[in-house]
Protein backbone atom coordinates (compact mmCIF):
# COMPACT_ATOMS: atom_id res chain seq x y z
CA UNK A 1 0.00 0.00 0.00
CA UNK A 2 1.11 3.56 -0.64
CA UNK A 3 1.13 5.90 2.43
CA UNK A 4 -0.86 8.37 1.37
CA UNK A 5 -4.47 9.16 1.57
CA UNK A 6 -6.99 8.33 -1.79
CA UNK A 7 -10.69 8.55 -2.23
CA UNK A 8 -12.31 5.52 -2.74
CA UNK A 9 -14.52 6.01 -5.99
CA UNK A 10 -18.20 4.43 -6.90
CA UNK A 11 -16.75 1.20 -8.22
CA UNK A 12 -14.56 1.00 -4.55
CA UNK A 13 -17.23 1.93 -2.21
CA UNK A 14 -19.44 -0.77 -3.94
CA UNK A 15 -17.25 -3.27 -3.52
CA UNK A 16 -16.11 -2.48 0.04
CA UNK A 17 -19.82 -2.96 0.98
CA UNK A 18 -20.45 -6.02 -0.64
CA UNK A 19 -17.48 -7.44 1.18
CA UNK A 20 -19.10 -6.27 4.91
CA UNK A 21 -22.26 -7.12 3.62
CA UNK A 22 -21.41 -10.54 2.71
CA UNK A 23 -20.31 -10.58 6.45
CA UNK A 24 -17.03 -8.90 6.33
CA UNK A 25 -15.63 -13.12 5.74
CA UNK A 26 -12.08 -13.32 4.51
CA UNK A 27 -9.14 -11.06 3.84
CA UNK A 28 -10.11 -7.28 3.46
CA UNK A 29 -9.96 -5.89 0.11
CA UNK A 30 -7.10 -3.97 1.18
CA UNK A 31 -6.38 -3.79 -2.48
CA UNK A 32 -9.27 -1.18 -3.15
CA UNK A 33 -7.26 1.44 -1.35
CA UNK A 34 -5.00 2.05 -3.84
CA UNK A 35 -5.70 0.45 -6.89
CA UNK A 36 -6.53 3.23 -9.84
CA UNK A 37 -9.37 1.71 -10.88
CA UNK A 38 -11.38 1.82 -7.76
CA UNK A 39 -9.94 4.76 -5.61
CA UNK A 40 -8.15 8.31 -7.10
CA UNK A 41 -5.44 10.21 -5.31
CA UNK A 42 -6.13 13.70 -3.31
CA UNK A 43 -5.16 17.04 -4.40
CA UNK A 44 -2.96 17.07 -1.43
CA UNK A 45 -0.33 14.54 -0.49
CA UNK A 46 -1.36 13.23 3.08
CA UNK A 47 0.03 10.76 4.71
CA UNK A 48 -2.05 8.16 6.09
CA UNK A 49 -3.05 6.92 9.42
CA UNK A 50 -0.81 4.21 11.14
CA UNK A 51 -0.90 4.44 14.68
CA UNK A 52 -3.19 2.20 17.26
CA UNK A 53 -5.86 4.25 18.44
CA UNK A 54 -7.21 3.58 22.17
CA UNK A 55 -10.07 6.18 21.45
CA UNK A 56 -12.36 7.32 19.06
CA UNK A 57 -11.02 10.48 20.42
CA UNK A 58 -7.63 10.44 19.85
CA UNK A 59 -8.79 9.20 16.21
CA UNK A 60 -10.23 12.30 15.86
CA UNK A 61 -7.56 14.48 16.99
CA UNK A 62 -5.14 12.98 14.53
CA UNK A 63 -7.92 13.20 11.65
CA UNK A 64 -8.24 17.03 11.94
CA UNK A 65 -4.41 17.45 12.09
CA UNK A 66 -4.12 15.19 9.04
CA UNK A 67 -7.41 16.95 6.94
CA UNK A 68 -7.05 20.59 7.87
CA UNK A 69 -6.06 21.58 4.84
CA UNK A 70 -9.02 20.22 2.65
CA UNK A 71 -12.18 22.31 2.91
CA UNK A 72 -14.00 20.71 5.51
CA UNK A 73 -17.47 21.79 3.88
CA UNK A 74 -16.69 19.46 1.12
CA UNK A 75 -15.12 17.06 3.02
CA UNK A 76 -18.06 16.40 5.50
CA UNK A 77 -20.11 15.38 2.62
CA UNK A 78 -16.86 13.12 0.74
CA UNK A 79 -18.38 9.61 0.87
CA UNK A 80 -15.12 8.39 -0.83
CA UNK A 81 -12.78 9.81 1.80
CA UNK A 82 -14.78 8.02 4.32
CA UNK A 83 -15.30 4.83 3.34
CA UNK A 84 -11.36 4.75 2.21
CA UNK A 85 -10.64 5.49 5.68
CA UNK A 86 -13.17 2.79 6.86
CA UNK A 87 -11.36 0.15 4.64
CA UNK A 88 -8.11 1.71 6.25
CA UNK A 89 -8.67 1.44 9.77
CA UNK A 90 -10.58 -1.79 9.14
CA UNK A 91 -9.02 -3.92 11.71
CA UNK A 92 -9.61 -1.12 14.32
CA UNK A 93 -13.37 -0.18 14.15
CA UNK A 94 -14.53 -3.96 12.85
CA UNK A 95 -11.63 -5.96 14.76
CA UNK A 96 -11.13 -9.92 14.20
CA UNK A 97 -11.47 -11.84 16.89
CA UNK A 98 -9.51 -14.50 17.27
CA UNK A 99 -10.33 -16.82 15.21
CA UNK A 100 -10.35 -14.19 12.13
CA UNK A 101 -13.52 -13.86 12.12
CA UNK A 102 -15.26 -10.20 12.79
CA UNK A 103 -18.66 -9.22 13.63
CA UNK A 104 -19.17 -6.17 12.21
CA UNK A 105 -22.03 -3.10 13.45
CA UNK A 106 -24.33 -1.83 10.80
CA UNK A 107 -22.88 -1.10 7.09
CA UNK A 108 -23.79 2.48 7.46
CA UNK A 109 -21.37 2.84 10.88
CA UNK A 110 -18.38 2.05 7.69
CA UNK A 111 -19.61 3.31 4.18
CA UNK A 112 -21.33 6.64 4.62
CA UNK A 113 -24.78 7.38 3.69
CA UNK A 114 -25.64 11.26 2.72
CA UNK A 115 -29.20 10.32 2.42
CA UNK A 116 -30.52 10.78 6.28
CA UNK A 117 -28.39 12.78 8.91
CA UNK A 118 -29.21 10.62 11.63
CA UNK A 119 -27.17 7.62 9.77
CA UNK A 120 -24.64 9.94 8.14
CA UNK A 121 -23.77 10.40 12.01
CA UNK A 122 -23.23 6.93 12.76
CA UNK A 123 -20.13 6.61 10.74
CA UNK A 124 -17.56 5.93 12.95
CA UNK A 125 -14.55 7.51 11.16
CA UNK A 126 -16.02 10.60 9.82
CA UNK A 127 -18.19 11.16 13.02
CA UNK A 128 -14.79 11.34 15.13
CA UNK A 129 -13.45 13.76 12.82
CA UNK A 130 -16.30 15.95 12.85
CA UNK A 131 -17.14 16.31 16.62
CA UNK A 132 -13.25 16.86 17.42
CA UNK A 133 -13.61 19.77 14.66
CA UNK A 134 -16.47 21.22 16.38
CA UNK A 135 -16.05 20.70 19.87
CA UNK A 136 -12.64 20.07 20.57
CA UNK A 137 -11.60 18.59 23.93
CA UNK A 138 -15.87 18.97 24.74
CA UNK A 139 -16.14 15.73 22.36
CA UNK A 140 -13.88 13.71 24.66
CA UNK A 141 -16.81 12.09 26.31
CA UNK A 142 -18.67 11.72 23.55
CA UNK A 143 -15.75 9.56 21.57
CA UNK A 144 -14.33 8.00 25.18
CA UNK A 145 -14.47 4.36 23.67
CA UNK A 146 -12.78 2.30 21.40
CA UNK A 147 -12.63 2.77 17.69
CA UNK A 148 -15.23 -0.44 17.47
CA UNK A 149 -17.87 1.18 19.29
CA UNK A 150 -21.11 3.28 18.61
CA UNK A 151 -21.81 4.56 22.00
CA UNK A 152 -25.92 5.23 23.17
CA UNK A 153 -24.64 8.82 24.08
CA UNK A 154 -23.20 9.95 21.15
CA UNK A 155 -26.48 7.74 19.06
CA UNK A 156 -29.07 10.04 21.40
CA UNK A 157 -27.28 13.67 20.69
CA UNK A 158 -26.37 12.94 17.44
CA UNK A 159 -29.90 12.34 16.05
CA UNK A 160 -30.05 16.13 16.73
CA UNK A 161 -28.78 18.44 14.64
CA UNK A 162 -29.20 21.56 16.92
CA UNK A 163 -28.22 19.35 19.73
CA UNK A 164 -24.32 17.91 18.41
CA UNK A 165 -23.82 21.33 17.05
CA UNK A 166 -24.62 23.48 20.23
CA UNK A 167 -20.80 23.94 20.75
CA UNK A 168 -21.52 25.64 24.46
CA UNK A 169 -24.43 23.23 25.17
CA UNK A 170 -21.67 19.72 23.98
CA UNK A 171 -19.11 21.72 26.71
CA UNK A 172 -21.75 22.61 29.31
CA UNK A 173 -22.94 18.20 29.33
CA UNK A 174 -18.94 17.77 29.23
CA UNK A 175 -18.32 19.40 32.83
CA UNK A 176 -20.96 18.09 33.97
CA UNK A 177 -21.07 13.76 33.12
CA UNK A 178 -17.21 13.96 32.56
CA UNK A 179 -15.17 12.18 35.98
CA UNK A 180 -11.71 13.92 35.00
CA UNK A 181 -10.24 11.84 37.18
CA UNK A 182 -11.19 8.67 35.69
CA UNK A 183 -11.25 9.80 32.28
CA UNK A 184 -14.69 8.38 31.52
CA UNK A 185 -18.39 9.10 31.71
CA UNK A 186 -20.12 9.27 35.00
CA UNK A 187 -22.25 6.34 36.61
CA UNK A 188 -25.92 6.96 34.64
CA UNK A 189 -25.15 9.54 31.85
CA UNK A 190 -25.40 6.26 29.44
CA UNK A 191 -28.54 5.01 31.00
CA UNK A 192 -32.32 6.04 30.84
CA UNK A 193 -33.11 7.65 33.79
CA UNK A 194 -33.69 11.61 34.76
CA UNK A 195 -30.74 13.32 33.49
CA UNK A 196 -29.40 11.15 31.09
CA UNK A 197 -28.47 11.46 27.20
CA UNK A 198 -32.11 10.63 26.06
CA UNK A 199 -33.16 13.41 28.01
CA UNK A 200 -30.92 16.15 26.56
CA UNK A 201 -32.41 16.91 23.55
CA UNK A 202 -35.57 17.03 25.22
CA UNK A 203 -34.55 19.64 27.61
CA UNK A 204 -32.64 21.73 25.18
CA UNK A 205 -35.47 21.94 23.27
CA UNK A 206 -37.71 23.67 25.85
CA UNK A 207 -34.98 25.67 26.83
CA UNK A 208 -34.82 26.92 22.99
CA UNK A 209 -38.17 28.37 23.45
CA UNK A 210 -36.50 30.87 25.78
CA UNK A 211 -33.29 30.95 25.41
CA UNK A 212 -30.58 31.30 22.26
CA UNK A 213 -28.37 28.39 24.00
CA UNK A 214 -25.78 28.96 20.80
CA UNK A 215 -24.68 32.25 22.31
CA UNK A 216 -24.53 31.21 26.19
CA UNK A 217 -21.64 30.45 27.72
CA UNK A 218 -21.90 26.45 29.27
CA UNK A 219 -21.68 27.77 32.73
CA UNK A 220 -25.00 30.00 31.83
CA UNK A 221 -26.43 26.58 30.94
CA UNK A 222 -25.64 24.25 33.53
CA UNK A 223 -28.02 26.72 35.98
CA UNK A 224 -30.89 26.39 33.70
CA UNK A 225 -30.81 22.43 33.64
CA UNK A 226 -33.63 20.82 35.36
CA UNK A 227 -32.58 19.04 38.76
CA UNK A 228 -32.70 15.74 37.20
CA UNK A 229 -29.36 16.31 36.09
CA UNK A 230 -28.43 16.92 40.12
CA UNK A 231 -27.20 13.68 40.46
CA UNK A 232 -24.24 14.81 38.71
CA UNK A 233 -22.96 17.73 40.24
CA UNK A 234 -20.57 17.75 42.61
CA UNK A 235 -18.73 20.99 42.70
CA UNK A 236 -21.23 22.77 40.26
CA UNK A 237 -23.70 25.61 42.13
CA UNK A 238 -26.92 26.85 41.16
CA UNK A 239 -29.54 29.38 42.51
CA UNK A 240 -31.83 27.84 44.74
CA UNK A 241 -35.59 28.14 44.13
CA UNK A 242 -35.29 29.89 41.22
CA UNK A 243 -33.69 30.17 37.74
CA UNK A 244 -31.85 32.71 36.63
CA UNK A 245 -33.21 35.62 34.84
CA UNK A 246 -31.75 36.34 31.05
CA UNK A 247 -29.28 38.70 30.76
CA UNK A 248 -28.62 40.94 28.30
CA UNK A 249 -26.29 37.93 26.05
CA UNK A 250 -29.34 35.47 26.23
CA UNK A 251 -31.64 36.39 22.94
CA UNK A 252 -34.89 34.80 22.73
CA UNK A 253 -35.78 33.41 19.41
CA UNK A 254 -36.83 30.42 17.64
CA UNK A 255 -34.50 26.78 17.26
CA UNK A 256 -32.35 27.51 14.34
CA UNK A 257 -32.61 25.22 11.11
CA UNK A 258 -30.51 22.26 11.21
CA UNK A 259 -27.80 23.12 9.56
CA UNK A 260 -26.14 19.78 8.08
CA UNK A 261 -29.52 18.31 7.44
CA UNK A 262 -30.37 16.86 3.87
Not at 167 to 192: H, M, N, T, V, Y
Not at 215 to 223: E, G, R
Request: with cysteine.
Amino acid sequence: MSALIRRLNDRGRAAFREWLEGGAAGPPPYALLDDPTSSASLPLSIPRPTEIYNRRYDLGIELVDLLEDIDSARLQIDAGIWDWFSLCLIDQIAPPNEHGRRKPLKVTHYCLDLENYQRRNRHLVRTAWSLVRVHGIAAEYLLAGPLKEHSDVVEQLSAYQDVITCKPLIAAIRSLIWDEERARLKRGFAGRRGGSARRVPVVAKQLRLTYDLDSMQPQQILLLLPREFDRFREQVSRPSGRRPTPDANWSQREPPPEPDAR
